[in-house]
C-alpha cells in the first residue's frame, strides 16, 4: 500500500496526504492496540478472580 503511494506519486500535495492518511492510520492502530491491551489486561485479572473464588469455594467444602 505504501509501496503504491510513492509509485504513484505527482507532487507535494499527495505525498502530504499519503503521510497524513499513515499518520491517522498509524494513531488509531496505535489506540486500538492499547485498548486492547487494557482489555485482555482486564479479562486476565477477572480469570485470576474467578480461579481464586472457585479455590475459595473447593477450600469451604
Known sequence: ???IA??????PA???ATITCL???LTR???AMR???IVRRRARLDAIDHAA???KHKMAK
Open 53 to 55: 473464588e472457585n479455590v
Open 35 to 37: 485498548w486492547i491491551a
Open 6 to 11: 510513492m509509485q504513484t506519486d505527482t507532487g
Open 14 to 16: 499527495r505525498c502530504a
Open 29 to 31: 492502530t496505535a489506540a
Open 23 to 25: 499518520h491517522v492510520f
Open 1 to 3: 500500500m505504501i509501496r
